[in-house]
């Protein structure tokens, strides 16, 4: 998946059943689309895109690709030992195996800002059936609102080059 840090908060990104991340560009970035996805590739019609929350299945390497759309944030969770920065203009993978269900909290560990004591959230981890549970949720979701209901601040310039696709992300095991 891809984490994408804003001030303040962090936008999550799957590829939905497909597989395949929709492609991403920062013109196309808006209040309704947080992370620019290009509504003509057929790659991002199944894509899901949620903030605040973000769900994975346990036992099952999660990996993850940081970047950031202003300063830098920092994805952090605490009772994995899991942290890494996100930085504009980088792509940087993190992979982690959550080996036990249930609800983490997420903060950001950059001091990025006036809101930076607000830029929490929650990674769930789930058994495989609510995983499935909560993709066919954040699915039906994505099917019947227009755009995401992610509220963006009102702030945001995008200035930097947008991420590629993650296709050739390929992390390393020492890195944390
Ligand atoms: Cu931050």
Redesign the pocket.
Known sequence: MHVV?Q??SFNYHLPGADGQFGRRDVNLVSNSNPLGIDPNDPAGKDDIVTTGELHVPVDRPVVVELSSKD?I??YFVPDMRIAGDAIPGSLIPIWFTPVKTGTYEVI?A?L??LG?YG?KGTLVVDTPQDYQAWLKERAELAGTQAAPSSPAPGALQPQNKPPAPAASASPSPGQL
């Open positions: 840090a001030q303040f300063v944030h920092d950001c950059q990025c800002g930076h830029m």
